[in-house]
C-alpha cells in the first residue's frame, strides 16, 4: 500500500478485551462484511447498524436504559428512541402521528416552546390545538367527544406551578374516545414518576434536564409503550426528519444518568425542606410545590408520584414585580439561568424571562404571578441554598 493510501486506509478495530464502560461511537456509517449482510440488515431480516441517522450503539444503548427506568417493575417491553433535544423529541411525536386536519387536545400551562410548537408550527399544516384545564375530567371528556382529536398531550406537574393532572384518568379518557396520550416527563424523571404505571402510550423527556443532571447536553427522549406504537408512530419520523442525537450528547447522558437516584434522593428532600421555609417566611405569599399539605393537587402527587415530589418548586413574593426583581439581583449562592435539574440551585423569575412575551392576563390565568419565582433546587447543602434566599428577600 503506498504511504499516502495508508494514512487514509481504516485499520482493522484493536480492541481486545470490552471497554467497561460505553464507548462514544464517533461514526457516521457502519461497514457492512460482504454485500448479503447488507442487504440482509437494509430488509431489517438482519439487525446491525447502518447510518447513525437512523441507529447508533451509543444512543442506541443510552435510549435502551431509559425505556428500563421508564418500564422498570411494570413488566412491560418499552422502546425509546433519543433525539438532538426535548424540542425534538415533541416536534419527531407529533410529525409522526399527526396529520393534517387532526387536532390535539392540551393544557394551557405547557412548557412554553411546546405550545409554540404546536399553535405556531404545526398549525401551518393544518393541525389545531385545543386547550382545556386538564384537571376538569368533564372537560376533557366533552372536548374529547371531537373524534378529529388524535392525541392528548399532557405535562405534570407542569411549569411553573407545579399543577398536577390525573394521568390514569386521562389516558383512560383519551383511550375510551380512541386517541393516544402523551406526556412530557421531563419535570419527574422516572425515578420520581412512571407514566405507563398509569396507561399512557408515549412518553418524552428533555434528557437536557434531570436525566443529564449536570448541564452539558442537549437532549431528549421518546418512549412508547411497545414497539408497535414506535414502529407505526416513530421510528419513520425520526430517521426522516433527522432528529437523531449525537453519539456524543447521548454518552453525557448515560453517564450523568449513573448518579440519578442519589441525585433525585437529594433533589426531593431540598426542595420539600425548602418549600417548608419559605412557607414560613413573612415575605412569602404562596409556595408552589406537591410536597406541600397546602398544594392543591398533594392527594394527586402522592398517588402518581413516589419517593418525593421532585426538586422544582416556585413561590410569590408579597411585594409583587419590584419585590421579585429585587430578590433575583440579590441572589449571590444560586444561579440565575433559566435551565432546570442540574445539580446546583437554578433561580428564574418568569414573569421577566421565560413568560415575559406572554400577555400578563394569559400568565395570571395560568397562575403566573408578577412576584413568582421558579426555582430548580440542588443537590448543594440546603443550608447555603436556604440562606441564600433569607438574605435575598430581607
Ligand atoms: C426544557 C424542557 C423542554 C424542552 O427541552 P430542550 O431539551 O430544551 O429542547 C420540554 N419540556 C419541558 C418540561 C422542559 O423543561
Given amino acids: 500500500m503506498h504511504i499516502n493510501s495508508l494514512t487514509v486506509k481504516e485499520l482493522p478495530d484493536n480492541r481486545t478485551t470490552a471497554p467497561h464502560v460505553l464507548p ?51 413488566g412491560l417491553q418499552a422502546h425509546a428512541v433519543m433525539t438532538s433535544s426535548g424540542m425534538s423529541a415533541i416536534s419527531t411525536l407529533l410529525l409522526g402521528v399527526l396529520k393534517a386536519g387532526d387536532k390535539v387536545l392540551t393544557q394551557g400551562n405547557l412548557y412554553g416552546g411546546t405550545t409554540e410548537l404546536l399553535t405556531a408550527v404545526f398549525g401551518q399544516f393544518g393541525v389545531e390545538t385545543v386547550m382545556t384545564d386538564l384537571r376538569d375530567l368533564n372537560k376533557v371528556e366533552d372536548a374529547l367527544r371531537d373524534e378529529k382529536i388524535r392525541l392528548l398531550y399532557c405535562e405534570t406537574p407542569a411549569n411553573p406551578t407545579l399543577a398536577c393532572v390525573d394521568i390514569r384518568a386521562l389516558a383512560d379518557t383519551a383511550h375510551r374516545h380512541g386517541a393516544l396520550c402523551a406526556i412530557d416527563n421531563t419535570f419527574s424523571s422516572p425515578l420520581i414518576q412512571q407514566p405507563f404505571a398509569h396507561g399512557v402510550d408515549f412518553i418524552i423527556h428533555s434528557t437536557t434536564k434531570y436525566l443529564n443532571g449536570h448541564g452539558n447536553s442537549t437532549a ?42 442519589l441525585r433525585m434522593k437529594s433533589h426531593c428532600a431540598n426542595a420539600q425542606a425548602l418549600a417548608e421555609f419559605l412557607e ?40 409583587g414585580l419590584e419585590a421579585g426583581i429585587r430578590c433575583m439581583n440579590r441572589i449571590k449562592f444560586c444561579t440565575l439561568a433559566p435551565t432546570l435539574g442540574d445539580v446546583d440551585t437554578l433561580i428564574l423569575h418568569p414573569a421577566s424571562s ?39 428577600m430581607e
Avoid at 230 to 258: D, H, I
Avoid at 289 to 314: C, I, N, V, W
Avoid at 357 to 368: A, L, M, T
Fill in 220 to 261: 431528549g427522549v421518546i418512549v412508547g409503550a411497545d414497539k408497535d406504537l414506535m414502529r407505526k408512530y416513530v421510528w419513520r419520523a425520526m430517521k426522516l426528519a433527522g432528529t437523531n442525537c449525537s453519539p456524543f450528547e447521548a454518552w453525557l447522558t448515560y453517564n450523568g444518568m449513573k448518579t440519578l437516584a
Fill in 24 to 74: 462514544i461511537y464517533a461514526t457516521s456509517s457502519f461497514a457492512f462484511d460482504d454485500i448479503d449482510q447488507g442487504i440482509d440488515i437494509f430488509r431489517n431480516i438482519e439487525s446491525g447498524h447502518v447510518y447513525s441517522r437512523y441507529a447508533n450503539p451509543t444512543v442506541d444503548t443510552t435510549a435502551a436504559k431509559i425505556a428500563g427506568l421508564e418500564t422498570h417493575g411494570l
Fill in 280 to 319: 414560613k417566611h413573612p415575605a412569602v405569599g404562596r409556595v408552589n410545590y406537591p410536597g406541600l399539605t397546602s398544594h392543591p393537587d398533594h392527594e394527586l402527587a402522592k398517588r402518581q408520584m413516589r419517593g418525593g415530589f421532585g426538586g422544582m418548586l416556585s413561590f410569590e413574593l408579597k411585594g
Fill in 354 to 392: 421565560s413568560h415575559l412575551n406572554v400577555p400578563k392576563e394569559v400568565r395570571e390565568q395560568n397562575g403566573i404571578t408578577d412576584g413568582m419565582i421558579r426555582v430548580s433546587v440542588g443537590i448543594e447543602d440546603i443550608s447555603d441554598i436556604a440562606s441564600d434566599l433569607e438574605q435575598a
